[in-house]
Each structure stands twice: as structure tokens, then as C-alpha cells.
């Protein structure tokens, strides 16, 4: 079987809805279990609290989606309908059952929380990559197919880059997706962790983080002199566009005479991307 996404994600998704047709059933609870492609890791139990609630008043509205297996039913879509219903203390939930073969059922768990924007920056970036891996997608593709940008799609891809403690951080949220890039530009592992305390321990800003991170580039290219001239701002400019259009960074470092661009990329899979945009 390929592994490109045959059907298109239009016409997967418009198999989740639930039309007139279409019978709903009580299932219970106890015969059900989750996706195993769930990516989600982490339910805020804020979320699941509110949801609850509103089950105990109204009842579950929208019926979950599942597809029978070998014991009972998997969860394909509506698993926070179902984790609120046991909360609730339900014993059924409403339920219409579809057929779906593996890989619809993992790019359904992938897309739709990457959609509906359920997940952390960590669990999409992880997210990201089966997707990437599993259907041999280029980010340009995967960008297309989850209705972002390219540079968001690389933006994310970077923060699988980051050391394991980091991206804990930012999988809980202690440290925010706009730390985690700050951090990125960190070449040094045992700075990085510590600029990572930093933040947390002193509840820094995003910004507060990036003003450390430039002086502390300032200091690595010897360039310690307070009263160092400014760069000329179209060249600023210039980077910020090429930053944007290949998402990842760029400098730009002009000399008397000559100068040169720098490209930062962080895989093999990255550097054949960022070539492609440039031809």
C-alpha cells in the first residue's frame, strides 16, 4: 500500500461527519478504549472539567466516532467527549460506528488534533514528523495538508532540535513556543539548559530571553564594545524576509568589500527543503 495520502484529507474528514442517515448508538463506556495514534499526551483537566459539566447538564451532543475491533470499539474521534463522559460517571455514550483502515485512522488522529489545535507545541512537532515519516511528505506538502504555512510547519520541525529537559518544558508549558525558538539560536547545550532555567526560575519574558540571547551572541564573535555600530536596517530587513520565506535563520555579514549569508538548517531533510525554495 502507498503510503501518500490516497483519499485526500478533505474527503477523510468529511467521513467524520455524521450525517441523518447515519444511526447512532449507545456503546458503553467499558467497551471502548482510545487511538493508539492519539498524539495528544497531555488533557487539561480544566478542559475536562468544563466538559463535564456541560455533559451533566445537556448530555453528550455531538456522538463520538468509532470503529469496531477485536474487543469492543476504538475511539477515532471524540476521545475528550468520552474521557468527560466517565468523569460524568456515564455509562454509554452516544456513538456512530464507520470503517477505517490503519493509516486513515492515524492520519485522522494526527490532522484533526493538529486542526483543532488540541495540542502542545512539543505533541504537534512530534506530531508533525509521523506524518512526515509515515506518508513521505515534504513540509511543503505537510503545510498544505494542515492548512498552515511552510515556516509554521519548520518552525515546529525545529523544536525536535532542542534537548530532551527543553522540550519537557515546553510539552508542559513552562517555557512558551516563542522561548523554545529564542533558545534555538543557543549553540551551546549547557548554556541553553541554563538560559532554559533562567527563564523559568526568573519568569522571563520571550523577549527579556531574546535581548539575553543577542548580547550573548555579541560576546561569542568577540564583539563586547558597547558602542558597536548598528546594523545598516535594510539589511535587517533582508533578513527578516529570507527568515520568513525559508523559516529558519539567517544572517547576513557584510564586510568593506565582500560579505556573506549564513543559512541555519538542522537535518539533512531540512538543508534539501531550503535548497528547493532557493532554486
Known sequence: MSKRLGRGLDALFTSLEVTYEEKVIQIKL??????????????????????????????????????????????????????????????????????????????????????????????IAVAYKKILDKFELTQEELSEKVGKSRSHVANFMRLLNLPDNVQNYVSRGTLSMGHARALLSVKERKVMLQLAKKCIDEELSVRQLEEIVQRLEHVSRGTKDKVKKKKDVHLTHIEEALRDTLGTSVKIKKGENKGKIEIEFFSDEDLERIIKLLH
Open 30 to 123: 467499558n467497551d471502548l478504549r482510545p487511538n493508539p495514534y492519539q498524539p495528544r499526551k497531555e488533557f487539561e483537566a480544566e478542559a475536562i472539567e468544563e466538559l463535564k459539566k456541560s455533559i451533566e447538564e445537556h448530555g453528550v451532543i455531538q456522538p463520538i466516532i468509532v470503529r469496531k475491533s477485536i474487543k469492543g470499539y476504538e475511539i477515532i474521534a471524540g476521545e475528550r467527549r468520552f474521557r468527560a463522559s466517565k468523569e460524568a460517571g456515564l455509562a454509554t455514550i452516544p456513538a456512530v460506528v464507520k470503517e477505517f483502515n490503519e493509516a486513515q485512522v492515524m492520519e485522522i488522529a494526527l490532522i484533526e488534533n493538529l486542526q483543532r489545535e488540541d495540542l502542545n507545541a512539543m505533541e
